[in-house]
C-alpha cells in the first residue's frame, strides 16, 4: 500500500453547511487525491454532518476514512484519534467549517520536503470582516526562529507536521481544555521541531468565523481560558529555561489570551470577578517579570499593574473604557517623552508610575510624499507626515535632511511648511544648500518628525499616488557643469544623484536611430529622463561648428543637420545638453550600413560618408564632387566592396 504524503484530520462537529466547501477544497487539491487521506472523526453530530462524511466516503473510494464517536465536548479528543490512524508522512489539521486554497497541500508538501522542516505554517486568511490574526505572515521564513520571529504569534495547530516528529516525542492534544486544547500540541511541535518554515506567499487556509458562534477556536468561558493560560505559563518555564527567551513567548498570552479574559471581567457578576483576579493575579505576580512587561502594549501594562496592587474598581472602570476595549488610545508627547493617553494617566490619587504608559520606544510616524517636482534647481516636495495615535494638536514639525552616503557626517537640513491637517511643503534648493550647491555624491532624502522634544525619521518615500510624471521618475538639471538627478528606488525611496554617480545622461540616451532623408543627417531616439535643459545636435570640425536644436517630446528625441551646410573635410557628430558653458557633450554612436550620401545637382554636389571612430562614434566626410568624381566614387566603393566578399 502507497503510503500517502499527507493525512488531512479533521474534527466534525455539527458543521453543516460550511463541511461541504471544506471537503470540496481538500478533493480539488493540486497535490492528487492519490498522495492524500482525508480523516474525518465525527464527535456526535446530529445536523447531517456524519451523514456528509459517510456520503463522500462512498463516493471517493480510498480517500475518506470515517469514525463515528460520541460527543467528546471538543476537538482534541477527535484530533487525537485521528493522530493514532493517520498514515501520511505529514499531518494537517483542518476544522470542518474552514477551508483550503487549491495549491495548498502541494505546497506545504513541498517546502517540507525541500527544506527539511517538522512544522510548516502557511499564512491565513478570513472571509470575514473580523479577520484572522497575520502577524506571523508577514514575509516568508523558511527557517524561522522561535525566540525571534513572530512564529509563536500563530500558536494555532492549522499547520502541517512532520508525522514521525510527532510519534517520537508522543505529541498529543490535552483532552482536558474545551477551548485553546491546540495551543499545548503546537507549541510542543514548536519546540521540538528540528526547523520551523512559514509560508507568506499565498491564502492557504482559509478561516470561516460563523456567525452562530460555533467556532470551537473563538468560543468558551472565562475561566476555562485561563484553565489553558496557567498551562501555558507553566509549560513554557518547564520548556524554556531562560527567561529572556521564556518572556517573549509568555508575552504572547498576557497580551492575547490573557487579556480577552480581563475586558471581560466587566460583564462578570462579582463572585466570578472575585474568582477570576485571584487566579490572573496569581499568573501576574508569578510570570509578569520585566522581561515579559517589556513586550506588552500599554493598556495591557496598565490592566495588569491594577491587578497585581488589587485596585479591582479601577480595574474594572479601565477595562471598561473604550480606549482600551477598542485599543483606540492617543498618545501625548512631552519633554522628549511619548505616553499612550489611557485611564489614570497622572491621576494623582491612583498613582500609577509614567513608565507604566510610556511607549516612547515604539511611537512611530507615517509619511509620504504627494508631489514632486523641479523649478530648476529646486526641488519641491509635498507630502503627509503624522505621528502614529497622535491627538490633533501633536501635528509636530517636519524637516527634510539630505545624507551624503560618502560623506557620512555631512548633512543639509530644509524646514517644512505645515499645511493643512498632517501636509506638508518643502523647497530643496540643491544649489544653495548650506551656502553652496550639493557635492557629487548619492544623497539620501529623509522626513524628520519633531514635537516637544522628540524626534522620530524615515527615508522618504513616494506614495502610490503621487504626481511625478512618468516612471522610472527621473529629472536633470544642468548647471555650470554640474548636474543633479532625483530618482526612485525599488522601494519607492526618494534621493538625488550629484554628479552623475549613477544615473549618466549618455547612458539614458537609447534606440538610436541614424539616417539620410532628403539631404540631412537625422539623429533619434529615446530620452529616459526629465531633462531640464535644451539639446543639441553638433558637427564640429576643427574650430568649426554647426548645430541645430533636437526637439524633444514624450521621451523621444530627434535633430537634423543639412549636409549642404557642412565644408569639407571630417565632422564629429555629438548631441549636447544645456547652452556652454552650462553643458555635457555625448557622442552619437556609429551605426552600421549608414554609407554615403550625396546632396546637390550639376556640378554643385556634396558627398558626406558616414564613418566610425575608435571610440565608436559617429564621424561624416564631406567633400565637395562633381558628376564625375561621384561616378568614379561609387565605382570604387562597388570595387572594395568585391574585393572583400
Known sequence: MTVPDVS????????????????????????????????????????????????????????????????????????????????????????????????ALERLVTVADEQGSDVVAGSLASDSERGVGASAFRRTDLDADLFTSQAYWSISVLKLYRRSMVEEHKIRFPTEFPVLSDQPFAVLAYLRATKISLLADYEYYWVVLRDDGGNITYSGKAASRVDVIESMCALLVREVPDPDKRGRLLARHFQLELQRVVLALPELDPNEQRELLVRVA????????????????????????????????ELVTAASDESVRHRSWKVGISDGR?????????????????????????????????????????????????WDRAPADSVGTVTMRLHSRDEPGTDHLVTARRGDGDTFRADLDTLALGGDRLHDAIWDVHTQLSHEGLTREQQTRLGEDAVTGDEPFLHWEITDGWTVASYLSPDRRLKLDVGQRKHRVGKMLRDWRVSWQAGDLVVEGRLDLDLDAPLSLIARKDKESVEREVSLAAGQFSGRIPVGDLEPGRWIVRIRAGQPPHHERFAVP??????????????????????????????????????????????????AGQDRT
Open 338 to 386: 511619548a505616553h499612550a493617553l489611557l485611564p489614570y494617566f497622572r491621576d494623582a490619587a491612583v498613582g500609577v508610575p509614567d513608565e507604566v504608559y510610556d511607549v516612547t520606544e515604539r511611537l512611530g510616524f507615517r509619511q509620504h510624499l504627494t508631489s514632486v517636482s523641479w523649478n530648476g534647481a529646486t526641488l519641491h516636495l509635498e507630502g503627509e507626515a503624522a
Open 590 to 639: 556609429a551605426p552600421t550600413g549608414l554609407g554615403t550620401h550625396t546632396v546637390g545637382k550639376g556640378l554643385r554636389q556634396v558627398v558626406a560618408e558616414a564613418v566610425t571612430l575608435k571610440s565608436g562614434g559617429l564621424a561624416v566626410d564631406v567633400v565637395a564632387s562633381s558628376p564625375l568624381r561621384s561616378v568614379t566614387q561609387a565605382l570604387r566603393q562597388r570595387a
Open 282 to 313: 496569581a499568573l501576574v505576580a508569578e510570570h509578569l517579570t520585566p522581561s515579559v512587561m517589556k513586550w506588552l502594549s500599554p493598556d495591557m501594562r496598565l490592566l495588569y499593574h491594577l491587578v497585581g496592587r488589587d485596585l479591582r474598581e
Open 8 to 103: 488531512v484530520i479533521i474534527p466534525a462537529y455539527n458543521a453543516l453547511p460550511w463541511f461541504h466547501r471544506c471537503l470540496d477544497s481538500l478533493e480539488a487539491q493540486t497535490i492528487g487525491t492519490d498522495r492524500m487521506e482525508i480523516i474525518v472523526i465525527d464527535d456526535g453530530s446530529t445536523d447531517g454532518t456524519a451523514e456528509e462524511a459517510d456520503r463522500r466516503a462512498l463516493a471517493h473510494d480510498g480517500l475518506y476514512r470515517v469514525e463515528h464517536h460520541p460527543a467528546s465536548g471538543g476537538p482534541a479528543g477527535p484530533r487525537n484519534r485521528g493522530l493514532d490512524i493517520a498514515t501520511g508522512r505529514y499531518v494537517y489539521f483542518v476544522d470542518a467549517d474552514d477551508y483550503l486554497g487549491v495549491e
